[in-house]
Each structure stands twice: as C-alpha cells, then as structure tokens.
C-alpha cells in the first residue's frame, strides 16, 4: 500500500467464510484506508463492498462511546450516559439479585457471532458465566443443522480445500449465494471455468451466482433431500457410482440403494419442481465430469427437512468416489479442522464451583421468544445479549418483542450501535470493533489461522467483550486467576493443542507471518480428507445410512399443511443480502431499502395486482412486514424473497421480515426454520 502512514495488519471479523486478511493504513492514530491482503492465499488482495467502507463504520457518528442506562420505556431507546463504575455496579447488583432469588439459571447470556473472534466470541464470556451458574446457550440460529447432518455423515466437519475449486471440472452450488456470501471462492471457480468447468447453480431464488451459472435449477424451498435421493437414484440405476472406493472406504451401501429405489426421476420431479430429464442429467454430468466439487452453503439447511438433507446430499462424493480427486469432494464448512483446546479457553469445569455445583440448563437461542415468554423453573430474569442483535434476527419476532419487554427482565446489551435489542437494554454498554481488540481467528471456508492485534485504539469509552466480562468478574467477586489472564495467555491456552493440524503453530509464529495454514498437509500438497477413507467411525469408514432418509414436505410448504397454505400460499425465503451481513449494517441506508424489498414472481403479482415498487403487506399468523415489490422472474413462481434483514425499527412498523419467521426448529440438530415459511401479500399502496 503506499501513501503516508504505516500499514498494520488485522482480519476481517464478519461472520463469513473468508475470514480475509485485511491491512490498514494508520495516520497519526486514525485508520485511513482498509485493503484485502495480496498475500493471503484466499484473501488475494480484495475486500468485500460491505467491508472495503467499514471505517464508515467505524467512525460513525451513531457508534455508542459510553455506558448508559434506560430513562425512557423498555423499546423507546431513550438512554442516560453514566460512568463505567455506575454501570457495573447495577450489572452486577442486578446478576446477584436474580441469582439469589431465583437461582443462577434465571441468567441467560444471548450471544452469537457479531465477532469471529475466538477470544471475544466464546472466551472470558463463557468462563463469566460457567461460573455464574448462567443457563447454557445453545448456539443454534446459523449452522446448528448442517452441522448435525454434515457430522453424521462424515464424522468430521472437514471440506474441500477453496483452493483445490481451481481444479474442478463441474462445480455445483447448491443453496450457495457464493458471489453474495462467500465471494473470496469466485475468483477460483472462474478460474476452473476458463479451464472449461461447468457451474450450476439449485436454489428457489436466481440470485448473482444464479444468474451466471451455466444452468440453474429453481427448486422448491425445503426440497433437497428429494433431490439428493433422486439423484443417488440414478446414479444407482445407472452403475454411476464407485464401486472400488465404496467398497474400501464405506459401509452400508445397500441401505442407500435400497432407500433411494423409490425416488425416481418422476416422482422426485413431483416433489422438487424441477423437470425428470433434468434430474437424470445432473446425475450423469455430476458422476461423470471428473473432479466434481459440491459447495453447499447454510441456506437449503434453514428448513424443516435441513439436516436431513444435508446429510444425504454429503453422502453423494462418498458414493461416486469424488473425495479420490484434488478438485472434488464437497465443502460445507471447514471449521472443525480448527482443533484448538477450547476447554482451556471456555473452562467448563468453573460450572463446579457455581452456586448450583453442576452444569446447568441448556436452552435454544432458535427459540429466545419462547425463552422470555414461556419457559418456566426458573423463568428468564436477566438477559445479557452481545455479539448479536436478537430482535431483528431471531425468528417469530413478536414473541421476542414481548419477552424483551417484560419489565422484570432484567436486560444488559454490549453493543456498537444502538440496534433494536439495544433500544430494550436497561444498560447498554459500549463495545470495540475488531481493529480496537486482538483475538485469533479460525474460518469457515479456508484453512489459514490468523492472529490480529489492535490496530487502533477504543474511541470513547468502548471496551471489548473479553475486557468488560474480565471487569465483571473482578466486581462479582470471582478469584480464579483466569478471570486476570491478558488475551496473549488465552491465545496461548487455546493453541496448547495435540492436534497434528496446529503441531507448530505458536504465536511467536502467528505474530510472525499473521496467517498460517493449518498443517493438513505438505506445502503446496492438497488437503484430501476422505480420498482414502478416514472418516470419522472406529475404523475410518463412511457409515452409509439409509435409515431416515423419507422426504415428507415441510408442513410450511407448497406441500405442506392444507389447512396453512389455503391461506398462505406464498414461500418466503429471506436470505442473506449482498451488501450486508445479517443486521450489522442496518443503519446503511442502501441496506435499508435493500432489504425493504419485497421480491415476488410476475405470475404471482398479477393476480394481487401489485406492480413494481407498490407498497405491499406481508403477512401470516405471526406477524406482518411491509416493503416495496420488486417484480422478478429469478424465483420460482410461488416463492417470495425478502433479503435478511433490515433494523425493524427504520420500518415504520418496528418489524422486519423475522415478524413471520416461525420458530418451528429443523428435524435435527435444533436449528431454525427460516426459509419455511407460508405468508399471502397484498398490495397496499402505491
Ligand atoms: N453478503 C453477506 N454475506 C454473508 C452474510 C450476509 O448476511 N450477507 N451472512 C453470513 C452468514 S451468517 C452465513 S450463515 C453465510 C450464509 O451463506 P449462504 O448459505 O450462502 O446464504 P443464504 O443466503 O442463507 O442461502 C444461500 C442460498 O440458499 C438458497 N436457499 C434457500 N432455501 C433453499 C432451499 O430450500 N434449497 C436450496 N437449494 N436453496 C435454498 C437461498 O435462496 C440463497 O440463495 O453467509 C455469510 N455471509
Ligand atoms: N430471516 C432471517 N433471519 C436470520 C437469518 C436469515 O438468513 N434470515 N440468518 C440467521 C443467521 S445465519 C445468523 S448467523 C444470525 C446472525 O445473527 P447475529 O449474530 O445477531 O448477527 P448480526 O445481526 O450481524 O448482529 C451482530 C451484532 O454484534 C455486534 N458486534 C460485532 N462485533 C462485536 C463485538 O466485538 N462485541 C460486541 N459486544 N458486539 C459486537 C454488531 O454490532 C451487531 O449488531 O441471524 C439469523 N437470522
Ligand atoms: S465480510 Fe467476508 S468477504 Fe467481506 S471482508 Fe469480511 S471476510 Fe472478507
Ligand atoms: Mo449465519
């Protein structure tokens, strides 16, 4: 980079695959320019749109700079400024209040990936309240069912490398806006395309990545088990699959072949919407272009069949051998490849010496309003929300609303902005950005560690998660010297690992070179996880399971409840938006309007008589959401498409699309339902 200043290196803290090394230009204390690292393998010297303006964000005049506290009603966002001192004293009153009266899992810490931070995600935080006693937080609102699916099928969460996407010869993204949200793997996937490699996109919605695909195949939300089903039908009928490597490295092929028998071409193109000679052409071109690579995203496991369909779509490279090819296999996630010692980092054995003795209650962040309003022995008292926005992001939205209005919930949000959770705090505190802190990054869509110091210093008075739960702990009376460990020593515990992948990896070396990739394999050597077995049973080998794989139409689907879609015809699928991430930048107008929208078919506009840009209303049981319609052929007629999500309250209505979310959870796995989801439109205005 050149210009005056100095350079200094950080990451990308978003929660994105990428996990970009980003540098930044420093003058005279104030950050300048932020730039994609051009020697990062993945990074390859570019940024994002959303995050190439985050000094914007940074230096924002709405940034929070100071403890407050609430003057007005809960929701009204009316604050007082107070000191850190005032601020922590009537945290912790409030903390040793419940825990008194109600027991310590009347404490609810609601947290989730503001930060990918591994410290200021799940560090100090984690140790605070094993400690306190809290109630558990199970972490489910994202990854929770692909996870489970992805798990039982493989054993280990491991992926095809990003990298290895270059020698491909047919790429399939399946539920995957890869432009949109994991844009760092294009460049490779152009790259195999130059090398002639196919691209198809499956997915309801023609998104960016959709529309350059060679072909897209518009499914039916919630259908990818069918499809995976079908496809192993064909592939069985037709002896596509890989008889050698099945027969070394798996076991239980026949309970597969046995399953997917019925799920013929016709009957599969019943239920997925997608044409019988299409199906049959996929199988063939996906068994037989050769190195094939799958890059399954999150969005097809936000159903109620999602982690069911994750598993059997993972089970496809296993049964055509294409995990045997540097160039093949499938990549969902690869943060599991990551084998930290985490339990030096969370310290779960604090739980023991906790007020209860033992280790409390878990309970679903899928299902926060449920939490607030109805769970019972104890009930929900206090509430500590950071690293997440619950209102806006957390399905079936009113009920939320309700629990966070209760005026005996006691509520705390570490936030650096006021969103629509903050505006229900009774404290809200100030919280750096990742240029303000130092923590250690894994990714999700790469394999390169990364260590990122502060590059800047905390405007105002804004603390980092790690600082504000170490001062916590201090007022809270807790003596474990870990409660005083400097983020250096947790960067250290967390990486005192056995492991063979973190073998050598210190953080004299992390300081040193800032990336390094996980030891998978030789430098310049492809990471195969499966190309000889190695899967995660006893003895290495694939447990096919055919057992479970029955497609039955969501119950919030065009097949689904009769009753229900009489009256709700309309699938919503609210994914992720291009020019944000989730809700953190809401306060972008752009943002805004963007996902304002309200994409609907032309053939199902027609008969509602809206037109383009009209004001339309959204509704079912839960809720409603206004936005303007924009008239489209990129969706499957009968599906709508409002892009996740903006800050409810910029709607004149308070509400964002999770207002008709419902907080159904997955068939496994307990992950939200979020693209399930039956609404009617109406035209409301012009
Ligand atoms: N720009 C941007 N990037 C992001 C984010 C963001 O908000 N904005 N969020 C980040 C986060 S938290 C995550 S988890 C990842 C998620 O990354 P993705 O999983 O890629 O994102 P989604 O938009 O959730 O879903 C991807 C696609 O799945 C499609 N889809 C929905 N239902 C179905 C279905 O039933 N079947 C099939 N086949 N496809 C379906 C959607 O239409 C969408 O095009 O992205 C991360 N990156
Ligand atoms: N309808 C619908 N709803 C969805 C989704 C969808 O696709 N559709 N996607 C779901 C998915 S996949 C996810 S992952 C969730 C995401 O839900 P969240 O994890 O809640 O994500 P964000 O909305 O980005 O909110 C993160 C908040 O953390 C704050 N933050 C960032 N860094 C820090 C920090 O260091 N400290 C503190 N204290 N705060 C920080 C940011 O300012 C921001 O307000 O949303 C889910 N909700
Ligand atoms: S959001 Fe993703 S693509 Fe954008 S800079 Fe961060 S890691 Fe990179
Ligand atoms: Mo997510």
Redesign the pocket.
């Known amino acids: 980079m050149t210009g005056g200043g100095e350079v200094r290196h950080s990451v990308?803290a978003?929660d994105?695959p990428?996990?970009?090394s980003i540098l930044v230009r420093v003058e005279n204390g104030r950050a300048t320019k932020l730039r994609g690292n051009p020697l990062h393998p993945i990074?390859r010297g570019f940024?994002?749109a959303?995050?190439t303006r985050y000094l914007e964000r940074v230096y924002h005049p709405d940034r929070l700079l100071y403890p407050q506290k609430r003057v007005g009603a809960k929701g009204q966002g009316r604050f007082v400024r107070i000191s850190w001192d005032e601020a922590l004293d009537i945290v912790t009153e409030n903390l040793h209040r419940v825990a008194a009266q109600y027991g310590p899992e009347a404490i609810l810490p609601y947290s989730y990936a503001g930060t990918m931070g591994l410290l200021n995600g799940a560090g100090m935080d984690r140790r605070f309240f094993h400690r306190l006693g809290a109630s558990r937080l199970d972490r489910t609102i994202c990854a929770a069912a692909g996870t489970a699916g992805l798990t039982q099928a493989l054993g280990f969460r491991y992926g095809t490398e990003p990298e290895q996407f270059r020698h491909s010869k047919f790429i399939l993204a399946w539920g995957a806006n890869i432009l949109g949200t994991n844009?760092?793997l294009w460049p490779f996937i152009q790259e195999a395309r130059r090398n002639g490699a196919k691209f198809y996109a499956i997915d309801p919605v023609k998104n960016r990545t959709g529309e350059l695909a060679d072909r897209w195949f518009g499914i039916y939300p919630g259908s990818d088990l069918a499809l995976a089903l079908g496809l192993m039908h064909v592939i069985f009928r037709d002896g596509l699959e890989d008889r050698d490597y099945l027969e070394r490295h798996t076991k239980g092929v026949h309970t597969l072949r046995d399953k997917s028998a019925s799920y013929t071409p016709q009957r599969v193109a019943a239920l997925t919407g997608i044409p019988a000679e299409d199906i049959e052409s996929l199988a063939h071109e996906y068994a037989q272009c050769r190195p094939a690579a799958i890059r399954l995203n999150y969005g097809l496991q936000r159903s109620e069949r999602g982690a069911t369909a994750v598993r059997a779509i993972a089970y496809l490279p296993v049964l055509t051998g294409s995990w045997k090819d540097v160039g093949g296999g499938l990549l969902l996630s690869t943060s599991q490849a990551f084998h930290f010692n985490r339990t030096a980092l969370e310290m779960p054995e604090l739980q023991q010496k906790s007020p209860l003795g033992r280790a409390a209650r878990i309970l679903n962040m899928s299902e926060l309003g449920r939490l607030l309003t109805e769970v019972s022995d104890p009930p929900v008292y206090a509430l500590f929300v950071y690293n997440s926005n619950p209102l806006a992001v957390a399905p079936h939205q009113n009920k939320v609303r309700q629990g966070l209005a209760r005026e005996d919930l006691f509520t705390v949000v570490l936030e650096q902005f006021q969103t629509d959770t903050a505006d229900y705090a009774d404290i809200l505190l100030p919280a750096t950005t990742f240029l303000e802190h130092t923590d250690l990054y894994l990714a999700y869509g790469h394999y390169y560690l990364q260590l990122a110091r502060a590059v800047l210093d905390p405007p105002g008075e804004a603390k980092s998660n790690v600082e504000v739960f170490r001062l916590l702990a201090r007022r809270m009376g807790f003596q474990e010297p870990c409660f005083e460990e400097s983020e250096e020593q947790m960067i250290r515990a967390l990486l005192a690992s056995e492991h063979p992948f973190l073998a050598g990896i210190t953080w004299e070396r992390l300081e040193r070179e800032s990336f390094v990739r996980l030891n998978l394999a030789p430098p310049g050597q492809a990471f195969q996880p499966f190309a000889s077995g190695g899967y995660g049973s006893p003895d290495g080998r694939c447990e096919l399971q055919g057992e479970g794989l029955d497609y039955v139409p969501p119950v919030e689907s065009r097949f689904g409840d009769e009753q229900l879609r009489s009256r709700y015809p309309l699938e919503l699928i609210s994914s992720k938006n291009d020019n944000s991430?989730n809700s953190t930048f809401g306060h972008r107008d752009s943002v805004d309007q963007e996902t304002a929208q309200v994409w609907i078919h032309v053939a199902d506009a027609a008969p509602r008589g809206v037109q383009e840009a009209d004001l339309v209303r959204v509704f079912n049981d839960r809720g409603e959401c206004f936005g303007r319609a924009r008239l489209t052929e990129n969706l499957i007629p009968g599906v709508i498409r409002i892009p996740s999500v903006r800050w409810g309250k910029r709607s004149p209505q308070q509400q964002n699309v999770n207002a008709l979310t419902s907080d159904r959870l997955t068939d496994f796995g307990g992950g939200p339902t979020f693209y399930n989801c039956l609404v009617q439109v109406e035209r409301c205005g012009d």
Do not use: A, E, W
């Open positions: 990308c978003l994105c990428d996990c970009c990074t940024l994002c959303k995050v844009p760092h991430m």
